[in-house]
């Protein structure tokens, strides 16, 4: 599986994915990055004819013009909610989340790692470098930079696009950038008396990850905690969808089994121990329940669950 991965070449509608709005395609438009003429763009030209079907009629009309297409003017009054893109209406959701107070609520200090057990941690790891890292390198290199990289797999497990399900990616760029807060923020404050976690490879060096290590500290694991965040997201907004035996929930261990998956890579690959993913899963939970609370993240979550997932 993992060797066609690594750049994504038939996502299709996926486009970038980083800024695809309700239309897919790199602008939020519906297209990507298109050339224009040097001597002669767009602007440059007219309209000569324009032809108009007659449904009711059945048959076509051509009607002859002569008009500058810089002085046509189309009559809108304001920026359409359609119009924004997924990526950066996401960010007025978080926003919302900002203000309720979440870093007192959330508390992580019952799923804290345990320094005694840090050296079988390491050995665990090791043996992951050893016996797996060959086979998960090519989801490794895949899922690395952003959570834009392993949201595509939850787009493929469930075979969406920006077009078909807009609410559904607004979702997962919500989960995406409220797990980066609320990681980073818990990267920082353990809570416990817990300084920041340093990374497995800082403590054993010979662990060498094959990508960069990320510039912060190792607890709670951010890929966990953004992957779990989607899949209960995406688990709620298709709770009705149903298996072959008429139960509902579906979808739910399929998305959050991609969750474990994506976090185990991030062990294998030498970046995490086991007991960051373990919190991060928990800071996923804790911080869907507390989104719950936020109107707008509400009503995001409801609309799709009616619109796309019914």
């Known amino acids: 599986m993992a060797g066609n991965m690594g750049d994504m070449g038939d996502m299709g509608d996926m486009g970038d994915m980083g800024d695809t709005g309700n239309s897919g395609g790199s602008?939020?438009?519906g297209v990507g990055r298109l050339p224009d003429r040097i001597d002669l763009p767009f602007v440059t030209e007219r309209a000569s004819e324009v032809w108009a079907y007659d449904s009711g009629a059945k048959k076509w009309t051509q009607t002859g013009t002569d008009v500058s297409l810089t002085d046509i003017r189309v009559d809108i009054a304001q920026w359409l909610e359609t119009d924004w893109a997924a990526k950066w209406k996401a960010w007025l959701i978080l926003a919302d989340f900002a203000k309720t107070g979440w870093a007192t609520t959330i508390d992580l200090t019952g799923v804290l790692?345990?320094?005694a057990n840090q050296a079988r941690e390491l050995q665990d790891l090791i043996r992951a470098a050893e016996d797996e890292r060959a086979?998960?390198?090519g989801e490794i290199l895949a899922q690395h930079t952003s959570y834009?990289?392993?949201m595509a797999y939850f787009v493929l497990l469930l075979k969406i696009t920006p077009r078909t399900h807009p609410k559904t990616f607004l979702l997962m760029h919500i989960a995406g950038i409220v797990g980066i807060l609320v990681s980073m923020y818990f990267k920082q404050n353990p809570g416990g008396g817990r300084y920041p976690r340093?990374?497995?490879?800082?403590i054993c060096p010979a662990l060498m990850p094959p990508v960069a290590i990320p510039g912060h500290p190792s607890f709670p694991s951010g890929h966990a905690t953004q992957s779990m965040l989607m899949a209960l997201c995406l688990s709620e907004a298709s709770k009705n969808r149903k298996d072959a035996a008429g139960n509902k929930g579906v979808w739910a261990p399929l998305l959050q089994g991609l969750s474990r998956r994506i976090a185990r890579n991030r062990e294998i690959a030498g970046l995490h121990f086991a007991s960051d993913s373990t919190a991060g899963f928990e800071l996923a939970r804790q911080t869907f329940a507390a989104l719950l609370a936020v109107p707008s993240f509400k009503k995001v979550l409801d609309d799709a669950t009616t619109?796309?997932?019914s």
């Open 307 to 309: 619109d796309e997932w």
């Open 198 to 202: 340093a990374r497995p490879s800082q």
């Open 135 to 137: 086979d998960a390198l």
């Open 27 to 29: 602008s939020g438009g």
């Open 148 to 150: 834009a990289d392993f």
């Open 113 to 115: 790692w345990l320094p």
